[in-house]
């Protein structure tokens, strides 16, 4: 089974800058995508940002122009870079993983999550 290791979490002021790291590990097949999610309190969990097999990104409105997502395919490892930061980014973000299976069909994995934590 795929594993997700995030990384890069902590408590920042705001205007400043944290990036985020996932690690796949463990057999697969091959990835259709990989991406960032979070989910602040009381609030639904929901996508920042995610690149697909073609190399296509798309970002949530509110992170466009601060955020940026990269990958390193041989590495197996997405990135998440993360400027401007602002306390309504506070949230737990969790990195997803969508591969496909030697039958070919299509598995999300999900990281346990790194605490992101912006204060004003």
């Known amino acids: 089974q795929l594993q997700l290791v995030e990384s890069g979490g902590g408590s920042v002021q705001a205007g400043g800058s944290l990036r985020l790291s996932c690690v796949a590990s463990?057999?697969?097949?091959?990835?259709?995508?990989m991406g960032w999610y979070r989910q602040a309190p009381g609030k639904e969990r929901e996508l920042v940002a995610d690149?697909?097999?073609?190399?296509?990104?798309n970002y949530a409105d509110s992170v466009k122009g601060r955020f940026t997502i990269s990958r390193s395919n041989a590495k197996k490892t997405v990135f998440l870079q993360m400027n401007s930061l602002k306390p309504e980014d506070t949230a737990v973000y969790y990195c997803?993983?969508?591969?496909?299976?030697?039958?070919?069909?299509?598995?999300?994995?999900w990281g346990k999550g790194t605490l992101v934590t912006v204060s004003s």
């Open positions: 690149i697909i097999k073609d190399g296509s990104t």
């Open positions: 997803k993983a969508e591969v496909v299976n030697r039958d070919y069909s299509d598995t999300d994995y």
């Open positions: 463990g057999n697969i097949f091959s990835f259709n995508g």
